[in-house]
């Protein structure tokens, strides 16, 4: 399946400074509807909606099996309206492979930079609570104390 975007309106974003770029992202399951629906849903409803962001195409490449697991991919081709719009995305999607087609440099302000620094910290923490939520009370403890190269 191959949804397309505007692609007039993703020349203009790019004129104004936007970043043109390609995610490849994928979804596993041992279900193959849930891998299809998942990356229908995120694709289509999630990342084509969110603000700054302008959709050339979007390929879903069939759904694959092998040894009772499914896996699919998609190859999402848009423009995001700046460098922190761009990260901010990376670590909501979480692709598997990142293309940037232009510009060919971009210069970023110093909030801008400290801004993507902080929506990282906070994407990173936020994963690790929530790793640490589905951990026993004693590999709670082993892994701190591991970080924090206590024996």
Known sequence: MVVKG???KAEAAVRD?????TFFVESHSNDQETVAEA???TLLKDMKGEEGVTLRVAKFHPVVEKEGLYAGFVEC???ARDPQLLMYLALRYGPSAVEIHSPES???TQAEL???AADTSAAVQLLVARVMEL???EDKSKALK???GLK
Not at 17 to 21: E, P, S, T
């Open 6 to 8: 505007n692609d007039e």
């Open 135 to 137: 951990m026993s009370p």
């Open 146 to 148: 591991e970080g924090l």
């Open 39 to 41: 990356l229908k849903n």
């Open 77 to 79: 081709k848009f423009v």
């Open 114 to 116: 400290q801004n993507m």
């Open 106 to 108: 971009v210069t970023i």
């Open 17 to 21: 400074g936007g970043i043109d770029a």
